[in-house]
């Protein structure tokens, strides 16, 4: 079954740190761009960033730059995002999503989400 | 950055209607589009891709169409798992992406 799984979710406070991780299983992880999008209470959907096939490209929201940090590690199928200085307006369900087939394309598979909140 | 806004952001409807959400892009984004249903504690769930194409499992009653900065979904018969939010994403702009503010589809 194709599937990701988020994880590391939690309360932090502002300042803080965070590193979240996806696990991917059923298809062949390093052939695909992967995103990571994020959804506040209540609130729409955001793309936060994505990381293609082999790592050699990332991308940012310009809300996250020099904050947070895509990263995957092919070996181990397995996707993740490092979050620095978290402000309360990061506060949001987090997702791993993968692009169906190219870097310009739709999110075919999606985890379950992980909740990230920022608070003192 | 690319806005996309969709229309109504919410309204109802009954069993066995036929609806039409639209979203409306800020500049021309050829077929780069999507749709995505999300049902509450879940994860969005992607129907429509290049505007117009099915998702492999996606009922047939869901439809896509559009080009440019017009676009619209059509759920032709309205079944009771079918209530839930509705969002358009365009991936134009790749490899940035923006999706639209959400339409809620509620029970009349």
């Known amino acids: 079954e194709v599937q990701l799984v988020e994880s590391g979710g939690g309360l932090v406070q502002p300042g803080g740190s965070l590193r979240l991780s996806c696990a991917a299983s059923?298809?062949?992880?390093?052939?695909?761009?992967m995103s990571w999008v994020r959804q506040a209470p209540g609130k729409g959907l955001e793309w936060v960033a994505n990381i293609k096939q082999d790592g050699s490209e990332k991308y940012y929201v310009d809300s996250v730059k020099g904050r947070f940090t895509i990263s995957r590690d092919n070996a181990k199928n397995s996707l993740y995002l490092q979050m620095n200085s978290l402000r309360a307006e990061d506060t949001a369900v987090y997702y791993c999503?993968?692009?169906?087939?190219?870097?310009?394309?739709?999110?075919?598979?999606w985890g379950q989400g992980t909740m990230v909140t920022v608070s003192s | 950055a690319i806005r996309m806004t969709q229309s109504p952001s919410s309204f109802s409807a009954s069993t066995g209607d036929r609806v039409t959400i639209t979203c409306r892009a800020s500049q021309g984004i050829s077929s780069y589009l999507a749709w995505y249903q999300q049902k509450p504690g879940k994860a969005p769930k992607l129907l429509i891709y290049a505007a117009s194409t099915l998702q492999s499992g996606v009922p047939s009653r869901f439809s896509g169409s559009g080009s440019g900065t017009d676009f619209t979904l059509t759920i032709s018969c309205l079944q009771s798992e079918d209530f839930a939010t509705y969002y358009c994403?365009?991936?134009?702009?790749?490899?940035?992406?923006?999706f639209g503010q959400g339409t809620k589809l509620e029970i009349k």
């Open positions: 059923g298809f062949t992880f390093s052939s695909y761009w």
């Open positions: 999503a993968r692009t169906r087939r190219s870097g310009r394309d739709a999110f075919d598979i």
């Open positions: 994403q365009q991936y134009y702009s790749y490899p940035s992406y923006t």
